[in-house]
């Protein structure tokens, strides 16, 4: 079988976050299964034209401005060129359309719809073209079968209209031969945050936190893993709150670091005001960390309330921080959240849900 996917980067990509990892862990365990897979994606600066990872052929095309509409251009010719049996269409940010590019069996996979959520990220005239793009899904691909990560995406592919019986759940993995407890490694009172720095992730609001805990304590350090456009913001709010001292912005980090920070972290927070699921929330939980989330799509399916962390009004600084410091100075606590946590990142493998990939797209062609 052929299969062409589209997504806006490859996992080479500079600013390639969960949706690439995502990708290449379920489709290089199914170009192992003996399909073909070619991925449509984005040029940037210094990248091949094609190049093959992981046994998937990749094909970059446009910038990150006209991907999407040389999506639209390049599309029919490459399926006329090569007999694709199916489309994958990434419906991350903005979709494709690809039911209306082709007349071949198209899968749509959905990370997250942003829906509102848009307008606190980027400017009113783009957030408006994402929310209209959004709301053509249900016309443009009202009889495909999606894939959702979470079942809060699911909900909101119902809420625009999508059938429920549509919509099938395959989560995200974590290799828990790499990401795995170090409790030797633990002793210091490190606040973790690991991602891209976004608006949408609100990242200041644990940056606030740290300003109340402050005025009561300085044994601790926030350590935030990650680089984006919100950076220069958030060093800014960092120094007018008179908090640099406790706050360390490291960049981007590698795997194995990442993983170090895990280990030796006491908990991790994320703060997003919406997530397609909580990737980093299951590699902290693999690590033995603990989590504080906010009470948001997709952090509330990853995070087990109380056992493996905490979940938090989103927006309320008050209950963020009486969480953290509880889970900074109760050991006992930490220790039992930790254990939990490794349990529930058991119930997550990549080779699982490959394994659902595959038989899903057996279903749909």
Known sequence: MRILVINWRCI????????????????????????????????????QENETID?????????????????YREVPHI??????????????????????????????????LFRKSIFKEVSFPLASYVYLAESLIPLCYKNNYFVAISESSKKDLINIGIAAPKIFVIPPGVDLNLYKPNFALKGEKIILHVGRLKRYKSIDHLLY????????????????????????????LTMSLGIKDLVTFS??????????????????????IKEGWGMIVIEANACGTPVIAAKSPGLTDAVCDGVSGYLYEYGNIKELTEKIELLLDNDELNYKMANAGINWAKNFSWESSAEAMFNLINKVV
Request: glycine share 6%; net charge positive; aromatic share 10%.
């Open 251 to 272: 960049g981007y980090v590698t795997e194995e670091e990442k993983i170090k920070y895990y280990q030796k972290a006491k908990v991790l927070v994320e703060n997003s």
């Open 79 to 112: 399926l006329a060129e090569q007999n694709f049996d199916l489309v994958i269409d990434d419906l991350n940010k903005i979709p494709f359309f690809s039911p209306w590019l082709t007349k071949k069996p198209v899968l749509a996979l959905m990370m997250h």
């Open 12 to 47: 080479k990509n500079p600013l390639a976050g969960g949706a690439e990892i995502y990708f290449q862990e379920i489709f290089r365990r199914i170009v192992k299964k003996g399909y073909a897979v070619t991925q449509l994606a984005v040029k940037y600066p210094g990248a």
């Open 209 to 236: 936190a740290t300003k109340e805990l402050s005025k009561k304590r300085r044994d601790f350090q926030v350590v935030i893993l990650g680089t984006g456009d919100d950076e220069v913001r958030l060093k800014d």
């Open 55 to 71: 046994g998937i052929k990749i094909i970059r095309i446009g910038t990150p401005n006209t991907f999407n509409f040389a999506v």
